[in-house]
């Protein structure tokens, strides 16, 4: 696996998402969108999910949902959010 774990926080100014992986990823091997159902959908080129972790990260507002689809090109996580947000992806 490559993308290991994710960790959820409310800050004073909003939710920090964080993804933990294995390797660096480069920017553009990284997407993100939000549907028009509230899903936050990040998607990983190269990716390999530890899906098991994943799926049981603790889950606190305003995310409600946990799914992973992983495919032989990339890894997706998709989190089912109760607010409109504002969509800001930092990659280190």
Do not use: C, R
């Amino acid at each position: 696996y490559n993308v290991n774990k994710l960790d959820i926080a409310n800050k004073k100014n909003g939710t920090l998402i964080e993804l933990y992986t294995s390797q660096k990823f480069d920017k553009q091997h990284v997407s993100s969108s939000i549907s028009s159902s509230n899903w936050l959908n990040i998607t990983i080129l190269g990716g390999i999910l530890d899906s098991m972790n994943i799926n049981s990260s603790l889950i606190i507002q305003p995310v409600l949902e946990i799914q992973t689809m992983q495919s032989d090109e990339s890894a997706q996580i998709s989190l089912l959010l109760n607010i409109e947000v504002e969509l800001v992806l930092l990659i280190h």
